[in-house]
């Protein structure tokens, strides 16, 4: 590998014009293909073969009128409450907003809850209509029966006197008849009075259904609506979305302002804002600290640029062919970005130290890429692996993300090994300042030198911090072992769900939506539960709303649920849908035993009613992706782990460094979700990271983290330890290989590990909510992994070991093919003088 990357770099450097070229027709090329071929990015985290699609596609099918997507918009009345003036601007908003293109239909809080409070007094009243109904019933059938006993007499009288029966017929038979038809009379108002009982019966049970959910608040001062979409709130494009929201915020002018929810104002459209900005802005601080000139550090940043570009360009290309979710390309730039200036400043930074000390420039970038570069495609192939293998669990947004961001990365290695170098042959001698090339020549001149990165490593070794480790492994091991422990502990609490309004950043259109709707009418209503019954055939309009009734009521009765009301019924009445109002938000841990508890009753309401039961919506939904998610874990990261062991064991030859790699992995993973248990779910500095109503951490973030920081850390470990093992494989003894190597690596990975911390930290404030506990999980993770594990702990432990670092049974030995990730075939080969080529 390092002779064909030896040979690649080479090749760069002569024909740089040819690289640059071809990297300059693929980014046109998946730039035209993306604004072509693009789709609609969306937050829609369905799992195919759950219960929530399952019966969500059944409802699509069988009610399509209930099957679209719902949201809400909260009204804020003026001091004083509405008026009929405000009132009157509220419901003709929402009749506008009716024009809209997918907008079925909006309820109107006014009018809904004029309808709920009249229903008592509608009650009353029927009540009495029935009690003056009965009392007429009652007189009539007196009469009736005085008149039945007048005509019995009569004729018992005419009997006796021995009238023939045909002049008894014809004497009372006029009497008889108007008998008959007063008891058929009095019949039908009996029937007609008991259709009424049954009828206000419903009513009551309506009205008790209901008597737990407002549509405007007690105090007048907030009102709710919904507006009813023909499609799902992820198929609403970005038109649509604006124009709900425009036509909402004409209420202004009536002195009411208009909050629409998360569903409709978030916005997915833009994956660059201002905080990932200032996180590129540090990372290009720190590459000119570092390189000493804005050439120098331009060129990982271009590099990146170009990686992300034609990476993030291929994921948009193929999102109209895939359902993709918004954060595919955002962590497909996350990661693109990071390692893009990594990879590249680490061939950067070998071709430099290689120039100062006197190699040709073309010999050096050829060198730099095929061992440097070496250390990069190994590293990458980590990432790579472990983004890939989110395929494993088959969650399919889940498996577009991973192999949108592997992808991405992918570029970030082949931009590194081609265009960097073609790029260094480009910059020349520009790549080092004047000011370091003067130094370097005065220090080259002096007899018996040694070179100045030389004479800086030594430095290093024996006073920097790896002397320091070094000195005080044993301390070192226990401090760092006692500082990831600590901050793992929050990490036993972890909570998982998926974001709802309350996470959104407190200024947020959003979040004042979900806070005005909590405080009015309660969290539950922000995250209704959608329950469907599948009812028994031939069942009558008067059966069906009973059977409705019946089934409302068992859901009411579980523990947190404020109400749970019929919302519609199939034209065959075969299918009946619920609206569950639970006591807490969707993300909250009650809500999802509420789940739990309604799922558990399907048998029950089946054995009980004949219905059988099941859960879809939003909330429900969002219980059953972090389930699944939380389910997928285990195997996820024994395939991860397990790939990624013979990958480092083929890298470096040895049983302990893959495996002190992953214990150390592990370390820094659990500290990390410890961290992330803290901040966003128990709102530790949460005025810091803008975490105004802390809750449970995003379902997802565990796999991703576990997938990203895996492979990162193994990053670091390659260009770390494989510093260690080429000093070792020059001749030093294992105790000095781990000081010189460390030396070596240590300025560029912590030069790297700050750019990779800075650019995750700008997107710990994105605009995208569900990005923000990623940025700040990835940023953490890393930063805890560089300097406390493979900073502090790796070389702490392998001084500890000594040669036993790099044991490797010999049968072993035989059987794992060379890969030479240290480059020692380039060093034990003659250059011919002749054509500058490597031979052996």
Known sequence: MALFLYRLGKFSYRRRWLVISLWLAALVAVGGSA????????????IPGTETQRIADKLKEELPSASGGTATI????????????????????????????????????????????QAGKAITDGEQQLAAGQAQLDASRVQLEAGQAQLAAA??????????????????????????EGQARLDAGTRELEAGKAKLELGKRQAEASSAIRFVSEDNQAAVAQVQFNTSINGLSPEVRQQVQDIAHETSAA?????????????????????????????????????????????????????????????????????????????????????????????????????????????????????????????????????????????????????????????????AITLTPAMLSLIGRRVISRRAWAKAEAHNAEPGHESADEAKDRERSTHGWGGLVTRHPVLALAAGVLVLGTLAL??????????????????????????????SFGEGVTGPIVAVGEFPANLD??????????????????????????????????????????????????????????????????????????LTGQTAGNVDVSTKLGDALPPYLAIVVGLSLVLLLLVFRSIVVPLLATGGFLLSLAAAFGAVVAVYQWGWLGGVFDVANPGAVLSFLPII??????????????????????????????????RVGFSHAAAVVTAAAIIMVSVFAGFIFSHLTMVRPLGFAMAFGVLLDAFVVRMTIVPAVMFLLGEKSWWLPRWLDRILPDVDVEGAKLNRAEAAPASGELVH
Do not use: C, W
């Open 35 to 46: 604004a072509a071929f693009h789709g609609t990015l969306s937050n829609n985290f369905q």
């Open 74 to 117: 909260v009204f804020e009345a003026p001091d004083g409450g509405f008026t009929a003036g405000s009132r009157a601007a509220v419901s003709d908003a929402l009749e506008k907003l009716k024009t809209v293109q997918d907008v079925r239909g909006t309820v109107d809080p006014f009018a809904t809850q004029a309808q709920v409070d």
């Open 155 to 180: 004729e018992q009288q005419l009997t006796a006197a021995g009238a023939p029966a045909a002049l008894i017929e014809a004497q009372l038979g006029q009497q008889k008849a108007a008998l008959a």
């Open 255 to 415: 002195g009411v302002t208009a909050y629409a929810s998360k569903e409709i104002t978030e916005d997915i459209s833009e994956l660059f804002g201002a905080a990932e900005v200032i996180g590129i802005a540090v990372a290009a601080l720190v590459l000119i600290l570092m390189l000493g000139t804005l050439v120098a550090a331009g060129l990982p940043l271009l590099m990146a640029i170009v990686g992300v570009g034609v990476g993030v360009g291929i994921t948009f290309a193929l999102s109209g062919l895939f359902d993709m979710s918004s954060i595919s390309p955002m962590l497909a730039l996350m990661l693109g970005l990071a390692v893009g200036i990594d990879y590249s400043l680490f061939i950067v930074n070998r071709h430099r130290t290689q120039l100062l000390a006197g190699m040709d420039p073309e010999e050096s970038v050829a060198r730099a890429t095929g061992t440097s570069g070496n250390a990069v495609v190994f590293a990458g192939l980590t990432v790579i692996i472990a983004l890939a293998a989110l395929v494993v669990p088959g969650l399919p947004f889940l498996a577009v993300m991973g192999l949108a961001a592997a992808g991405t990365v992918a570029v970030a290695v082949l931009v």
């Open 490 to 519: 929050p990490a036993t609490q972890l909570q998982l769900a998926l974001p709802d309004g309350g996470s959104e950043p407190v200024d947020s259109e959003a979040y004042q939506a979900y806070d005005l709707t909590a405080r």
């Open 541 to 614: 309009e008067a059966q069906a709303q009973a059977l409705q009734f019946d089934v409302a009521d068992k859901l009411r009765a579980v523990d947190n649920v404020v109400a749970a009301v019929p919302v519609a019924l199939s034209e065959d009445r075969r299918t009946a849908v619920f609206q569950v109002i639970p006591e807490e938000g969707p993300a909250s841990a009650s809500t999802v035993q509420v789940v739990s508890e309604l799922r558990g009753l399907n048998g029950e309401i089946q054995s009980g009613y004949g219905v059988a039961m099941g």
């Open 705 to 738: 983290l576990i997938g990203v920081l895996f492979g990162l850390a193994m990053d670091y470990q390659v260009f770390i330890a494989s510093g260690m093992r080429e000093a070792y494989m020059h001749g030093s003894s294992a105790k000095e290989a781990v």
